[in-house]
């Protein structure tokens, strides 16, 4: 595994550490380095999220390690001290795990066996125990009984989960409808404080919409739901028929129906069902989505910038055309690419060094090949919200001689 950007993990968007917090004294990786406390560490796959100062290693033995900030419990270790490595979850070590998502402060784990565990931050129900408990320092199951699990996503104060017939399920904060339940769960506490119906176990997500311009809404029957992602406020989800739909926090054109409208409710991306438009696989950065056709072709829509123009419908990224793309890493404005034999990156500045274009040239506006990371095979890559993980082939003596030769990171 490989790691770039920031390591300061109480510092990560934000000005100073919250009160009480020593703040630690992670520097900004300006390019791909070894984490040298895996080194011999198998890894299968990586998770973080673009509202995420944490992340979880998943290993080729199915364990679970996590590090970052810890400041609700998130990383699961029943306290809330920062672990600047990773380090094995020992409440999961008897489950094998299959994958894993970031919220926030909070994180889903899912098992082999189609359960999920959730931990960190509770205050709006977004692990989905039953409760509003603050915080849930080690991992617990989510009250859920249901098809097996097998997908899961986390926005920012919100969870959803995909079970193996095809239907979504959704707990958390409902602010801008992300949840999909047709409601924002918006109420009067007093005649002048606002208060939130949050989920606190998972709901099923049960109508799908289609909009014409003068706001009709026609319900979608059946609908299997085989690919999603979930932004900060929003979430894209894509059909058995290649139909993508997007619901949730609608501003800067990052639910791709041409206006700023939240939506409530599951709505089809019209742009997507054209022929030959059929859409295999969505990301979500925390302000904008990705969409990746039948063809490959890469299509952006919302705001990747924080000023200037947003997509506010899907738009081809003309740069990537050609490419065959594997694995897609977004962040709050930085995309990571990794297809064919390159790694492609992208994104405004500041940035905290998650690009990986060394320290000269800190951030682009236009898609980039990652220079550090030429001859390394990337396998996958994710995006947390100032650093980015890559796991990386090595296979052969040529793919371990160019691995060894990335610089070395012990914090």
């Excluded at 020593?22 to 999220?49: D, E, F, I, M, Q």
């Excluded at 849930?136 to 859920?144: E, G, Q, V």
């Excluded at 409902?174 to 002048?192: A, C, I, R």
């Amino acid at each position: 595994m490989l790691i770039s950007g920031g390591t300061n993990w109480d510092l990560i968007g934000r000005k100073a550490p919250p009160k009480g917090v020593k703040g630690g004294t992670g520097r900004n990786l300006w390019s791909p380095h070894r984490l040298g406390s895996l080194n011999g560490v198998r890894v299968r796959l990586v998770a973080s999220g673009c509202t995420s100062s944490h992340s979880i290693v998943i290993t080729e033995a199915g364990k679970a390690m996590s590090f970052g900030r810890n400041e609700k419990g998130q990383l699961g270790h029943g306290d809330t001290k920062r672990r600047d490595v990773p380090t094995l979850i020992e409440a999961l070590k008897e489950h094998n795990i299959m994958s894993a998502a970031c919220g926030r402060n909070h994180t889903l784990i899912l098992t082999d066996r189609g359960t999920v565990f959730a931990f960190g931050d509770n205050k709006q129900g977004q692990c989905g125990v039953g409760n509003q408990q603050q915080q849930i320092l080690t991992p617990t199951r989510i009250s859920y009984e249901g098809p097996p699990i097998v997908k899961v996503s986390c926005g920012g104060e919100f969870s959803v989960i995909l079970d193996c017939k095809g239907s979504l399920h959704s707990f958390g904060c409902p602010e801008y409808g992300q949840l999909g339940h047709n409601t924002d769960g918006k109420y009067f506490v007093t005649s002048t404080k606002l208060g939130f119906h949050c989920e606190t176990t998972p709901k099923k997500v049960v109508m799908f919409v289609e909009k014409t311009k003068d706001g009709h809404k026609t319900p979608i029957e059946v609908v299997e739901i085989i690919e999603f992602s979930c932004g900060a406020n929003h979430v894209v989800a894509v059909d058995s028929k290649r139909r993508v739909f997007s619901w949730g926090f609608g501003g800067y054109g990052r639910l791709g129906h041409a206006e700023q409208k939240d939506e409530m409710v599951p709505r089809l991306i019209k742009f997507f069902d054209m022929q030959g438009k059929g859409v295999k696989s969505v990301h979500c950065g925390a302000s904008f989505s990705l969409a990746i056709n039948d063809f490959g072709a890469v299509y952006l829509f919302g705001q990747t910038k924080r000023t200037g123009e947003a997509n506010m419908y899907p738009k081809p990224v003309q740069d990537l055309a050609g490419w065959n793309v594997r694995s897609v890493g977004c962040g709050v404005t930085s995309i990571v690419i990794a297809a064919d034999d390159s790694v492609i990156a992208w994104g405004p500045s500041p940035t905290y060094g998650e690009l990986g274009f060394g320290e000269i040239h800190k951030s682009s506006t236009t898609p980039m090949e990652v220079k550090a990371l030429e001859g390394v095979y990337v396998m996958q890559v994710t995006l947390g919200m100032g650093h980015s993980l890559f796991v990386v082939r090595d296979h052969t003596e040529q793919e371990c001689e160019r691995i060894n030769k990335l610089p070395e990171f012990t914090p």
